[in-house]
C-alpha cells in the first residue's frame, strides 16, 4: 500500500459479492478487497468461496471479525485463528496480502500462530479497534491501543472504526492523525464512523475524519472501507458504496465536515 494514498476496500461478507468482484469491469472501482470470512454467508460456502478468490484480481484482506467488535456471533477465538490459517495456508493462490485482527486480541494464545504465520509468509498486519458503543473513544485510549499495535507488534495499518454521534466525537478521532506520534514516525492509519442513524456523518468521515480543520489540509485515511452491493445490515448501509468514495477521493474530498455544521 502506497504512502500517503487513499485505498478504497470492497467489502465481500457473502458469496454475490464475490462473485461480482469476479468481473473484470470492477477492476478499478476498489483497490483491495476485504473477505470477511466471520460471515455465515460466506462460512456456509467454504468451496464457493476458495474457487472464487482466486478468479479475483484484487488484493485481499482476511478478516474473521470478533463478535465484540462487530463480528458474527458464535465463533470461538480457536475456530478464529483456525479460519485465519485456513485461508492463510493458500495465501498466494487466494491473494491475501493483509489480515485484520483486533488489537487487544494480539497478545491472546489463540493468535499467537497466526501471527508468527502471517510473518513467514510476508503478509501485513492491520491492527484494529472497533468501538460501536454510544460514545466514540478518547484519544489517549486510541494512542495506548496504536502504541501497542505499532510498537510491539509492527502493524502496517492503525485501524478505527467508531459510532460517532456527532463532529466533536469524530474530530476526536480525528486529532489521532495529528499526534505526533503518529506523524514523525509516519504510521498509517485508517479511521471511520459507522453510524446508521447518520449516514450523513458516517460519509463525512470518510477522508477527513474530523482532522482537517486542525491540519489546514485534508487527511486521507489509509484505507477507506465501502459497500459492493446491497446489504439489509444497517451497519453496512452506513457506509459509502466503493464508487461513492472513488469519486471523492477523485474530487478533492467532498465529504466535508462544513456539511453539517
Known amino acids: 500500500m502506497q504512502s500517503g494514498v487513499p485505498h478504497v476496500v470492497g467489502v465481500a461478507n457473502n458469496v454475490d459479492k464475490l462473485v461480482y468482484s469476479t468481473d473484470p469491469r470492477n477492476r478499478r472501482r476498489y483497490d483491495l478487497l476485504e473477505l470477511r470470512a466471520d460471515d455465515p454467508r460466506i462460512r456456509k460456502h467454504p468451496r464457493v468461496t476458495k474457487r472464487l478468490l482466486p478468479e479475483i484480481g484484487h488484493p485481499k484482506i482476511l478478516t474473521v471479525r470478533d463478535e465484540s467488535q462487530g463480528g ?10 483456525e479460519i485465519y490459517l485456513d485461508f492463510m495456508a493458500n495465501a498466494k493462490k487466494y491473494g491475501i496480502v493483509a489480515i485484520d485482527i483486533e488489537v487487544d486480541l494480539l497478545d491472546n494464545p489463540a493468535f499467537q500462530e497466526v501471527l508468527w504465520f502471517a510473518n513467514e509468509l510476508n503478509i501485513g498486519l492491520i491492527a484494529s479497534h472497533h468501538d460501536f458503543s454510544s460514545y466514540a473513544p478518547s484519544l489517549g485510549d486510541l494512542l495506548k491501543r496504536l502504541k501497542l ?8 495499518v492503525f485501524k478505527v472504526a467508531v459510532n460517532a454521534t456527532n463532529i466533536r ?3 476526536r478521532v480525528g486529532k489521532l492523525f495529528c499526534h505526533p506520534a503518529v506523524v514523525e514516525n509516519r504510521i498509517k492509519l485508517s479511521a471511520m464512523s459507522i453510524n446508521p442513524a447518520n449516514t450523513e456523518l458516517s460519509r463525512c468521515s470518510y477522508g477527513t475524519c ?16 465501502g459497500r459492493l452491493l446491497h446489504d439489509p445490515d444497517p451497519k453496512v448501509t452506513a457506509q459509502p ?5 472513488r469519486m471523492a477521493f477523485l474530487s478533492g474530498l467532498d465529504y466535508s465536515l462544513a456539511k453539517l455544521e
Open 169 to 171: 466525537e469524530l474530530r
Open 241 to 245: 458504496t466503493v464508487d461513492e468514495l
Open 72 to 81: 458474527a456471533q458464535g465463533i470461538t477465538l480457536t475456530k478464529r485463528a
Open 149 to 156: 499495535a505499532v510498537g510491539m507488534y509492527h502493524a502496517a
Open 210 to 225: 474530523g482532522a482537517t480543520r486542525l491540519t489546514k489540509k485534508p487527511i486521507v485515511s489509509a484505507l477507506n472501507y
